[in-house]
């Protein structure tokens, strides 16, 4: 039997954790085996890559906004893709990209550098699940609890009503079938935030927060693992700061559907607009950069130096 009381509360967490749930997920991903991440896209667990080494973004279905190559101190490479939000001229960018038929367990890699001067943004990368006949089902839906037909998470950044440094603590900010209602808002049914260290949603600006960097580039992972059956909670997500697991959550019953599959990656830089908790933080402009994005059915893990 272990002594639990005898250790930190983290410590505790982490043994609770693998004792009942499971070992926590792999350190080591895929990115090892391709050095600078050279063929990584041929991967057969890969199901998009992009290094934006193109200078164009044709690899994506769809793009919004400001969404900018650029060839200033890339990640990796020659290019990275800038995505600004600028005051009383648009609400940032974004791109999407729909990896039909999908798969029940996806994990996304990406680098992100945030400008020296950022503060907040409102929302920012989703992995969703859409309808087969339907790729924008799980779109719109904010304030709605889901019906069945899509489920989503975001890694994202939150400020945490001034709470958090610049640019704010990561949580996944989520939308499933048994997701809570806003306490203060009847019937309203906000994307459900999950704070570190898990396995439950925990609170915003505790001890474990996880906090990222400023003006330099930065590796971001998350998952999305879906239930196994309609009435079973078994589903989970986690997400990664440069390879360091930052939280993991279980007991998560995303689907009442085994059709309904992770299919689409949102590369999204929003804020500035009409709804963005934000405003008091509001400056003329913030940029964000990413390169090097990566999705696949397993970890992927930070690039190795090629």
Known sequence: MHDLTALPLAARWVLLH???VGPLLAAEGLATNYPGDTGIARDPAVLFADNF????????????GRVVMADT????GTWSVHMPMERGKNTGGDAIKWFSPGADTV?????VKFSADYRYAHHFVWLLANQPKNKWSGFGKAGQKPDGTYYSTGMEPWFAWGKNPPPGEVNLYSYFLDMQPDPKM???YWGNAFFPPGPTAGEASSAYRALPAIDRWQC???MLQANTAPDVADGR????????LVGEFTGIRWRHDAKLKVNCLWLEHYGYDAG???KRYWQDSQSVWFDDVVVATRYIGPMTAP
């Open 237 to 244: 997500q986690a997400m990664w700061l440069d390879g360091k």
């Open 18 to 20: 693998t004792l009942i």
């Open 220 to 222: 971001w992972e998350f």
């Open 73 to 76: 101190a890339p990640h990796s």
């Open 53 to 64: 080494e193109s200078g164009d973004m044709k690899k994506w279905d769809e793009q919004r």
């Open 276 to 278: 963005d908790p934000t």
């Open 186 to 188: 009847p019937g309203k």
């Open 107 to 111: 994990y996304v890699r990406f680098y």
